[in-house]
């Protein structure tokens, strides 16, 4: 099965409009430092996405860069970003700052070379503001979207009775345990699609049973009025049993919001 997983970056601080580092979210299937991180284990990898976003209208991002050894004379250097949205901006559209889906690339970096993201938003004195940076990683595997190639889908789960999420982590919900609106048959299926609302969501994960280390990543949604991003439908998910074996999901946040509902999109394996 192909490799496909995400990472991020994310911190709080009052940047004055100066471009600085930011903190690798700490993550099982990676390591990181206070500035770097490296993509321990995963085979091969290639940047598929690079999705920056900043937590509030008044502090949009100005430039960011990402850069490892391999890269570091040319380092990815982009001047936008998305920003949380909510109701009274109606269809807001969260997308990747840099879309290499069809054609993800290496860059030369190895899963033993450090990796450093950074950020500048608008300077508004004396206020903070967090900026996230998440990657979307594969083994050189196109992420086939849905306006290429529209997926059968069988089933459809949605998930309610989150608990709150802590900011600036990965907080891990075993779906297992929260409350379903469907009842499906326990066959093997794949996600093939998904959505989050989450008032203060970044980007959320699928963690696997069974051991993989894999944990295909998508971006959240801030309001029940926001379009489901593209890039949340894909062919990369593994198969799994509807019902025994269902699996957790981690969310990375700006604050410790809880999750209003979580759709799946599923088809059968």
Not at 58 to 70: C, Q, R
Not at 115 to 132: H, K, L, S
Not at 196 to 225: K, M
Request: proline share 7%; with cysteine; aromatic share 8%.
């Amino acid at each position: 099965m192909p490799a496909y997983s995400g990472y991020a970056f994310q911190n709080d601080s009052d940047r004055s409009a100066t471009l600085e580092n930011l903190t690798p979210v700490s993550d099982p299937i990676a390591s990181t430092t206070s500035t770097q991180l490296k993509l321990s284990g995963f085979p091969n990898p290639h940047l598929a996405w690079i999705y920056y976003k900043v937590d509030a209208l008044t502090h949009f991002i100005l430039e960011t860069k990402l850069t490892s050894p391999s890269i570091s004379g040319q380092p990815i250097v982009t001047r936008t970003g998305d920003i949380t949205s909510s109701a009274t901006h109606p269809n807001w559209n969260h997308e990747p700052t840099v879309d290499m889906r069809n054609a993800p690339n290496s860059f030369g970096i190895s899963s033993s070379d450090p990796i450093e993201a950074f950020g500048r938003d608008t300077d508004v004195g004396g206020e903070a503001a967090r900026i996230a940076c998440v990657l979307g990683v594969t083994d050189g595997t196109p992420l086939v979207s849905s306006n290429s190639t529209p997926f059968r889908v069988d089933f459809s789960q949605t998930y309610t009775g989150f608990s709150a999420s802590v900011q600036d982590t990965w907080s891990n919900q075993d779906l297992s345990s929260l409350t379903t609106t469907a009842s499906i048959p326990d066959v093997p299926v794949r996600v093939v699609g998904a959505r989050l609302n989450d008032s203060g969501g970044v980007a959320f994960r699928l963690v696997y049973p069974r051991g993989s280390s894999l944990r295909p990543t998508f971006i959240a949604n801030n309001s029940h009025c926001d379009q489901t991003p593209n890039l949340n439908f894909n062919s990369l998910g593994r198969s799994y049993l509807a019902v025994s074996e269902e699996p957790s999901i981690d969310i990375l946040s700006f604050d410790n919001s809880t999750a209003s509902d979580l759709t799946l999109y599923l088809q059968r394996a």
